[in-house]
């Protein structure tokens, strides 16, 4: 009773004691904010979000990749049956007895023996006319497949081995097409459009291939121990094969039309009059990275490779040569 009536303050009853909330701490903690500025409650889900974007990102790359890869690995079979191809018909150029004239013989000899043995003297006949016939070289049996062949461009020990063809008509036929004519990566070399019988000036375009083939080898000429190795390049066509003592290797540029004081190798076709032929031969000579030693004279017929260069855009690597 006791306990009871001093709870009792004024007839009403004493409430609990309780005590007051804290001044520097909240009634109730809140939520902690989430990481990286996200709204309370919300945090995994940009995670997810970010996750799912690099997931995605990474397989897209990985696709890119095995693309590339694959496209690489494609290109370069095709760049080796081309080449394969090349080799095929280097060999019938340089085939001591070309398939052709041994095709003939063979169809000469097979004539003779169905001859019947009561009249050799008619087979003896045949046999003489065989023999007389002059042997068809690989280069005039491989420009009767294709009348587009100019000549053959040989640089021993370089794997500059190919045919150069002749459309001028359409100059850039063989860009990006093979022998045959059908699509290759590779194409064939082929003289300029412009050429003609009185120019003096065989100018020969090729492809510099990633794979080493086609011209790539004669940036080789950049180093004077290369030239020293391969001084002289071998070039046969329907008149017969020739000899060319290179006397420039030099660095150009497919210049853009409003450039000035340039050296424009490719417009120098024509070398038919004195002025014309020192031009090309001192600018060349000017530009060489080295002095090979070789001075062209007026009415020496001129031989110029030319391919691609990434020293700078639109480069080139020109290699000028004089026959002797």
């Known amino acids: 009773m006791k306990r009871e009536e001093e709870q009792k303050i ?9 005590k007051p909330p804290a001044a520097d701490k909240p ?28 997931r995605a990102l990474t397989i897209v790359c990985a696709a890119v990749f095995v693309f590339s890869a694959s496209m690489a690995v494609v290109l370069w079979v095709k760049g080796q049956r081309e080449e394969e191809a090349f080799r095929d018909l280097a060999a019938i150029v340089h085939a001591s007895q070309p398939a052709a004239a041994e095709s003939s013989a063979e169809a000469g000899s097979a004539g003779s023996a ?22 068809q070289s690989g280069f005039a049996f491989l420009r009767d497949l294709n009348e587009d062949l100019f000549g053959w461009l ?15 008509d359409s100059p850039e036929y063989y860009l990006r097409r093979d022998f045959q004519g059908s699509w290759a990566q590779s194409g064939v070399p082929f003289l300029d459009g412009a050429w003609t019988e009185t120019c003096g000036h065989y100018l020969i375009y090729g492809h510099n291939m990633d794979n080493g083939t086609m011209f790539a080898p004669i940036l080789g000429y950049r180093d004077k121990a290369y030239f020293d190795e391969h001084p002289v390049i071998e070039f046969e066509t329907a008149d017969g094969p020739g000899e060319y003592a290179i006397f420039a290797a030099f660095y150009s540029q497919a210049y853009p039309v409003d450039a000035q004081d340039v050296f424009r190798y490719y417009y120098c076709l024509d070398l038919s009059t ?12 000017a530009a060489s990275v080295y002095d090979t030693g070789v001075v062209p004279v007026f009415g020496e017929t001129i031989l110029t490779l030319s391919t691609c260069s990434y020293h700078t855009d639109d480069g080139r690597f020109v290699v000028a040569a004089v026959r002797r």
């Not at 003896?124 to 016939?133: F, I, L, P, Y």
């Not at 040989?154 to 001028?168: A, C, L, R, S």
């Open 10 to 18: 004024d007839g009403q009853p004493a409430q609990a004691e309780q």
């Open 27 to 54: 009634a109730q903690e809140p939520a902690a904010p989430a990481k990286d500025g996200a709204a309370p409650g919300k945090g995994k889900a940009p995670s997810r979000r970010r996750a799912w974007l690099w």
């Open 114 to 135: 169905a001859a019947p043995q009561s009249a050799p003297a008619a087979s003896g006949e045949a046999e003489s006319a065989v023999s007389q016939e002059p042997e």
């Open 154 to 168: 040989t640089i021993e020990g370089t794997g500059v081995d190919y045919p150069v063809m002749f459309t001028p």
């Open 274 to 285: 004195q002025e014309a032929f020192d031009f090309y031969v001192s600018q060349a000579r």
